[in-house]
């Protein structure tokens, strides 16, 4: 594993350097943009193509219009479109309709948002089972949404406001600019777990398992592991976080760390073996920084490119997606690269990345399977279901019943609070969105839930009492009005031929507003509303 972190290190930067040269800094129209969105989409079709053909295998057909809408609302805003979000795309006649549909939604509110739940998830996972840490997480969260607000969003910045942050002013300082110190409160200001984490997350390297001996698989030594936790050696808090707010004091020359009950004592050094060279003033966090967000850095932004990759498909070219690891090796290593040298060309914008692979043909593949050769979730020879995470299903339910409060809920941290029932149930968001299932305790929430009881009865439902009240509906307009409230398409001819029968023989309360509740409850509880396909 370090020979070959080692070797990919040099064999990447000439090419690396070579590409980033290429794109010197330029005025970018809205044509160049459209550009290069055009050449990378072909260029990771090309690599899946390619695979398919040698692997016999058939893919699915394009998603239609409406399944391709509801998949990029929650891949990007968090949520299912409301009815008048989908519907106005249904009827849009343009061509490029679906891009135009992504660079929308990329400088939403929704992106902001949704995109700060994920990140925040991925570097304070502690959150639920630490009360100081979810106290501080609005803070937290309120840091990264001012990362992602803008034309680009730059991974290697963002990282590095992270990583060298200062906590001299203690934690949760009532900033107007947020703060990020919350990460190191959850990993405990301990070198060890940020040396562990920091790894993880931004290397895709698990170092964990080489903090007491050698790793038993990848080749990691304990001194290695120890010397990636001396860059953090330089953080003491005083009181042992005996009170969230103690002052946190910082070493700028502190750069060694001794090994637990042992007598040794190692340097701060990176996991290449090279030793850090500060410049004057530099501490040994800035120089760590620097080192891990580098261009020359082969898994920085192969570790960024795939969790983005794992976040649009529901499963990581390697994956899990922080496990780049002789056990997890790519399923297609030359697209990998690829995805990672088109992300440093790009200055690391991960706008640019979701623009790109949301306009490739593999990214627009229905989810039904219509071929047995379809089956290898890792070919992506059609879009794979997975169930929405917790604060998906949150916002999508708050959007489809009608409820401002659950609307509300989209909004960083009140997802956790407003709705915390369906949040406890549902959790569960650090398992890979592939391999989540359904439980008894979900299925029963969904169906006798007073929530869902509220919503699907025609005294209390926001969205059911609209549709009632609009008086120049018909039954058929109603029925289609809660199908595309819910799961964001029109009915097909032989479900409305069915429903309409049974909506106006009043449903078995010969009641038809109540039958109307009935469909609206069936289509809450239904597969295709709780996946994400």
């Known amino acids: 594993m370090r020979y070959l972190f080692n070797i990919g290190w040099i064999c990447v930067l000439g090419l690396w350097l070579l590409s980033t040269s290429l794109h010197a800094q330029q005025?970018?129209?809205?044509?160049?943009?459209?550009?290069?969105?055009?050449?990378?989409?072909?260029?990771?079709d090309k690599h899946i193509v390619e695979r398919w053909a040698a692997e016999g295998i058939s893919p699915a057909p394009e998603a239609d219009d409406a399944e391709f809408c509801r998949r990029v609302y929650l891949s990007i805003a968090g949520r299912i479109p409301h009815?008048?979000?989908?519907?106005d795309f249904l009827e849009e006649t343009s061509s490029r309709k679906r891009r135009h549909l992504v660079d929308v939604l990329l400088e939403s509110n929704g992106y902001v948002n949704n995109f700060t739940i994920v990140w925040s998830n991925v570097l304070i996972?502690?959150?639920?089972?630490?009360?100081?840490?979810r106290f501080l997480k609005a803070d937290f969260e309120h840091w990264l949404s001012l990362k992602l607000v803008g034309k680009q969003t730059r991974y290697?910045?963002?990282?590095?406001?992270?990583?060298?942050?200062?906590?001299?002013?203690?934690?949760?300082?009532?900033?107007?600019?947020?703060?990020?110190?919350?990460?190191?409160?959850?990993?405990?200001?301990?070198?060890?777990?940020?040396?562990?984490?920091?790894?993880?997350?931004?290397?895709?390297v698990r170092l964990e398992c080489a903090q007491c001996h050698e790793h038993p698989f990848d080749g990691w030594s304990q001194k290695q592991f120890w010397s990636q936790a001396a860059f953090f050696a330089q953080i003491r808090s005083p009181r042992q976080q005996t009170n969230l707010f103690s002052?946190?004091?910082?070493?700028?020359?502190?750069?060694?760390?001794?090994?637990?009950?042992?007598?040794?004592?190692?340097?701060?050094?990176?996991?290449?073996?090279?030793?850090?060279?500060?410049k004057q003033g530099q501490s040994v966090r800035e120089e760590f920084a620097e080192w891990i967000t580098a261009p020359e850095n082969p898994y920085f932004a192969k570790t960024a490119a795939n969790r983005m990759w794992s976040h649009l498909f529901g499963i990581g070219i390697v994956d899990p997606v922080d496990d780049f690891s002789d056990i997890h090796p790519p399923s297609h290593p030359q697209l990998l690269d690829e995805l990672a040298r088109e992300l440093i060309a790009h200055d690391f914008d991960l706008k640019f990345l979701i623009r790109?692979?949301?306009?490739?043909?593999?990214?627009?593949?229905?989810?039904?399977?219509?071929?047995?050769?379809?089956?290898?979730?890792?070919?992506f020879a059609r879009m794979l279901p997975r169930p929405m995470s917790p604060e998906?299903?949150?916002?999508?339910?708050?959007?489809?019943?009608?409820?401002?409060?659950?609307?509300?809920?989209?909004?960083?941290?009140?997802?956790?609070?407003?709705?915390?029932?369906?949040?406890?149930?549902?959790?569960?968001?650090?398992?890979?969105?592939?391999?989540?299932?359904?439980?008894?305790?979900?299925?029963?929430?969904?169906?006798?839930?007073?929530?869902?009881?509220?919503?699907?009865?025609?005294?209390?439902?926001?969205?059911?009492?609209?549709?009632?009240?609009?008086p120049w509906l018909n039954t058929p307009e109603r029925i289609e009005t809660l199908y595309l409230a819910t799961v964001s398409r029109p009915p097909r001819a032989e479900e409305l031929s069915r429903l309409v029968k049974?909506?106006?023989s009043g449903g078995t309360k010969n009641d038809q507003a109540q039958a109307l509740g009935d469909l609206f409850w069936v289509l809450l509880n239904s597969t295709e509303f709780l996946l994400n396909h």
């Open 392 to 470: 998906q299903l949150i916002n999508s339910l708050s959007y489809a019943i009608g409820r401002p409060d659950y609307a509300r809920a989209q909004n960083f941290n009140l997802a956790r609070t407003t709705s915390s029932d369906l949040f406890e149930v549902f959790g569960g968001n650090s398992e890979s969105p592939s391999e989540r299932t359904a439980t008894i305790l979900q299925a029963l929430t969904m169906m006798n839930s007073q929530l869902i009881v509220q919503a699907t009865d025609k005294e209390t439902s926001g969205t059911l009492a609209a549709v009632l009240d609009i």
């Open 356 to 379: 790109a692979i949301t306009a490739t043909r593999v990214y627009q593949l229905s989810s039904r399977q219509t071929d047995p050769s379809q089956a290898d979730r890792q070919q």
């Open 156 to 204: 290697n910045e963002m990282v590095t406001e992270l990583l060298v942050a200062s906590l001299a002013d203690g934690i949760g300082n009532g900033s107007d600019a947020g703060s990020p110190t919350a990460f190191y409160q959850a990993k405990e200001f301990k070198p060890e777990n940020l040396a562990a984490a920091t790894s993880r997350m931004f290397l895709g």
């Open 247 to 278: 002052r946190i004091s910082q070493s700028v020359d502190r750069a060694k760390i001794a090994i637990p009950d042992s007598d040794t004592v190692v340097e701060a050094a990176f996991l290449d073996g090279n030793q850090p060279t500060r």
């Open 502 to 504: 049974y909506v106006e």
């Open 27 to 44: 005025p970018v129209t809205n044509a160049d943009l459209e550009k290069e969105v055009t050449r990378v989409a072909a260029l990771i």
């Open 83 to 87: 009815v008048s979000e989908i519907t």
């Open 125 to 133: 996972p502690e959150a639920d089972q630490n009360i100081q840490t």
